[in-house]
Nanobody, 120 residues
Framework: QVQLVKSGGGLVQAGGSMRLSCAVS????????MGWFRQAPGKEREFVAA?????????YEDFAKGRFAISRDNNAANTVHLQMNNLKPEDGATYYC????????????WGQGAQVTVSS
């Protein structure tokens, strides 16, 4: 497993933007598909977006399409970003960075949550 350290989060007005970042250490960054999940109070954790190990393909949940963008720096930064635009109050949640290894025996890794609050 790798260590995931998030940055970003906080309060933003509806219609605003926010960028979350997650720095990865303790493993070869290019070995992991990186993703973001979120969990609102009283709800289950849900998938937001993911990007393949080489940055070639990105996947989005329907609510994120057209508003959110995931990207990664496969260099010394070893960081994955989630740019969130046109935020809505229902986007308010705790956002978690996730690393899924290409090695089948390596367990997934999770970062600590980043609280995002969107005021109406």
């Amino acid at each position: 497993q790798v260590q995931l350290v998030k940055s970003g989060g906080g309060l933003v007005q509806a219609g605003g933007s926010m960028r979350l970042s997650c720095a990865v250490s303790g493993g070869a960054f290019s070995r992991y598909t990186m993703g973001w999940f979120r969990q609102a109070p009283g709800k289950e954790r849900e998938f937001v977006a993911a990007i393949e190990w080489n940055g070639g393909t990105a996947y989005y949940e329907d609510f994120a399409k057209g508003r959110f963008a995931i990207s990664r720096d496969n260099n010394a930064a070893n960081t994955v970003h989630l740019q969130m635009n046109n935020l809505k109050p229902e986007d308010g949640a705790t956002y978690y960075c996730h690393a899924e290894s290409l090695w089948p025996d390596e367990p997934d890794s999770w970062g600590q949550g980043a609280q995002v609050t969107v005021s109406s």
